[in-house]
């Protein structure tokens, strides 16, 4: 077969498919290999396979090397790649050998699956996210990256605060995943959504005989979480007697299931989350002074959407990708004006809000671009400061001035604290406002 | 200046996640580099990036790796220059005269203006 109608029908597959020599330098690669490597056809020609592909097994099980030695194809295995992005993308990988119309082999050939969209399916159903599913570009949320590791690695108590949809659940599930407890269970409680009778038998669980129905005995909540974490939601909205008996836990880490005379032992990692300031509830007597530090042993403190708007584009990309995958659709992106309107709005539900909004452009928008007719009225006909323009007819040099006068007005013109959430240097920003001539109310 | 590079054999490991040893260089200004070298224990990414910030590590060279965890090593106050391939040997030299940025130090696709290793953060060396 020629070579050039042998390209032509690699490229027209779906699937990455690389071809190797005897010294493992690869010798064709189609098109869908370069989109899921990211390295381009010219440069992977020639270059050492594990160069290209990246992937953890090719240091010391090569799927290629064990095809060659034993002759036997390697069929679906599921390895991790990083490609180019310094993304890690899960794949799908079949080897077999390569000969010549003699029979003698020439190499071997591999063909690879992109697995992230089913891989984006199962975490959703699994829930079972990492600390890479936490995207963000701020300074503050790079901090808590960077004692995340500290914070898994211990047993110690969490404490997250952070406003309704900020993503406490999901630091919380990262912060499992990543401990020495990954392999044990992760159980939710919401302790603001069951009165106290309920959430004490769901808690610690009972015995038969411990009230009227109880026939047979209930594992509760601690029992269930045994050796794994128990995340322990809106823990600011527990009574007081539930919260005397959640500090005998903490302190005794025994518990008694109702109706039960002995105790049980508790080996359950906590992490408990509030959209409250616990400290504010403990000054108005609302909140045990003693829980409060038992359960602050360390704590983690997510901020709202509004004072990390760098993250939006790359919260919507995520999103976007996600919903995608989820409703098989291809909506390419946002545009530029989407974005403007979506870069205007103070988010006070926060990450989840900016997720119901593209859920809700994902309806309207059937394929393309999001335009900003498909986002909720509020955003759309949101009259940008001092401009009188229908939207459509902005530039995105009037888009960037309308964002700048909205954040600054968000931090009471305040330009060194617009400079720092916006993630820009102050002289930047000065030159901006100079150049896009935006005024400063009273020079403030 | 401490530097870390996970390797295989005398070369950079094409993965981070899969390196056998850890390199430490411990090099500054007119100082013989001194290596150690020492098979790395830990096996989740995140126990090796523990391990990287408790050594003291100021710079990680290193084949690929997830921006997720470059982020990580950076909040952590170690400079990573990530996508990087080559011998033990040649990379420490390019590192230490500066010329590390040259493109051959790169894995195939990825280039210092591309992914996570910026140009800037290629700058230096141990001079």
């Known amino acids: 077969m020629l070579i050039k109608q042998r390209d032509i029908i690699l490229d027209s597959i779906a699937d990455g498919v690389f071809t190797v020599d005897h010294q493992w330098r690869i010798t064709s690669f189609n098109r869908a290999a370069e989109k899921i490597t990211g390295v381009a056809r010219e440069e992977a020609i020639g270059q050492q396979c594990r160069d ?58 591999e063909t690879f699956r992109d697995m992230s969209i089913e891989e984006t399916l199962r975490k959703t159903i699994e829930e079972a996210y990492s600390f890479e599913d936490i995207i963000s570009k701020n300074k503050r949320m790079h901090r808590l990256f960077g004692i995340l590791p500290d914070v898994a690695d211990s ?39 069951l009165p106290d009778t309920l959430l004490e038998s769901e808690l610690f669980g009972y015995k038969a005989g411990a009230f009227t129905d109880a026939k047979k005995d209930k594992p509760g909540r601690f029992k269930q979480a045994d050796r794994g974490t128990l995340f322990l939601d809106e823990i600011g909205d527990v009574s007081a007697a539930m919260q005397v008996r959640l500090l005998r836990v903490l302190q005794e880490k025994t518990y008694e299931p109702l ?9 359950v990692r906590i992490i408990a989350a509030t959209n409250r300031t616990l400290a504010d509830l403990v000054k108005e007597g609302k909140f045990r002074e003693d829980l409060y530090y038992r359960i602050n042993v360390i704590r983690l403190s997510l901020p709202p959407l509004r004072e990390r708007m760098e993250d ?6 995520h999103f976007i990708g996600r919903l995608n995958a989820i409703q098989q659709k291809n909506i390419l992106g946002v545009t530029d004006e989407a974005l403007a309107c979506l870069m205007s709005h103070d988010y006070p539900g926060n990450i989840r809000e900016l997720e ?9 928008c059937k394929s393309g671009m999001i335009e900003p007719h498909h986002l909720p009225e509020s955003l759309y006909i949101h009259k940008p400061a001092d401009s009188k323009q229908p939207l459509e007819t902005l530039s995105i040099k009037d888009m960037e001035a309308i ?11 305040n330009r060194m604290k617009t400079a720092r959430q916006l993630g820009m240097h102050k002289s930047t920003l000065f030159r901006k406002i100079k150049a896009l001539n935006i005024h400063i109310p009273h020079e403030k | 200046m401490k530097v870390a590079i996970p390797v295989c054999g005398n070369r950079v490991s094409t993965v981070f996640d899969a390196a056998d040893e850890l390199l430490m260089v411990e090099t500054g200004p007119g100082v013989a580099p001194e290596q150690s070298r020492a098979r790395w224990k830990e096996d989740t990414v995140i126990a090796r990036t523990v391990h990287i910030r408790e050594s003291g590590v100021q710079v990680l060279i290193c084949g690929a790796l997830s921006g997720s965890v470059a982020r990580m090593l950076n909040a952590a106050g170690v400079r990573v220059i990530p996508f990087i391939r080559g011998t033990v040997d040649e990379v420490l030299e390019a590192f230490c005269n500066g010329t590390l940025s040259g493109r051959h130090f790169f894995l195939p696709g990825c280039t210092p203006c591309e992914g996570q290793g910026r140009r800037r953060r290629l700058r230096g060396g141990c001079k």
């Not at chain 1, 064990?66 to 310094?86: A, C, D, F």
Request: hydrophobic share 40%; aromatic share 4%.
């Open chain 1, 52 to 109: 290209v592909l990246k992937a953890e097994i090719c240091e010391k099980s090569c799927c290629l090397q064990k095809t060659m030695t034993t002759g036997e194809p390697i069929v679906n295995k599921t390895v991790y790649i990083v490609n180019t992005l310094g993304q890690r993308l899960p794949i799908s990988i079949s080897t077999a050998m390569l000969r010549d119309e003699t029979g003698a082999v020439i190499g071997a050939v």
């Open chain 1, 155 to 193: 047993a110690s108590t969490v404490l997250i605060e952070g406003d309704s949809g900020t993503g406490k659940e999901l630091f919380a599930r990262a912060i499992h995943n990543l401990s020495p407890r990954k392999n044990k269970p992760f159980i939710a409680v919401n302790c603001g959504a």
């Open chain 1, 259 to 267: 109706g039960s005379v002995e105790s049980t032992k508790a080996d």
């Open chain 1, 312 to 317: 939006i584009p790359l919260l919507v990309a």
């Open chain 1, 356 to 364: 119901n909004i593209l859920e809700r452009a994902f309806i309207l």
């Open chain 1, 403 to 413: 964002f700048l006068t909205n954040a600054l007005r968000r931090n009471d013109w």
